[in-house]
């Protein structure tokens, strides 16, 4: 897999923002090409979040949606 060009803020606030949601870990792989550009897939599966981290209350985390994750292409 190589990716090229993914901008950087929307790809770091993404991975703040999971990380604000308790994940630890993601899994990253490459999809299909759209409009000859690559895109990232961002999967985070349920045994990659912890349960006790008190400084982030879950109100306060917006969730992610399908644009946001594909605005990093």
Do not use: C, W
Not at 26 to 45: F, L, Q, W, Y
Not at 51 to 71: G, K, P
């Amino acid at each position: 897999m190589n990716l090229r060009k993914i901008p950087l803020e929307s790809f770091i606030e993404i991975l703040q923002e999971l990380y604000e949601q308790g994940a630890d870990y993601i899994d990253i792989s490459e999809e299909d090409h759209i409009n000859n550009k690559d895109v990232i897939k961002i999967t985070v599966r349920p045994e990659y979040f912890i349960n006790d981290r008190e400084q982030y209350e879950t109100d306060d985390v917006s969730s992610l949606s399908d644009d946001d994750i594909n605005d990093l292409i």
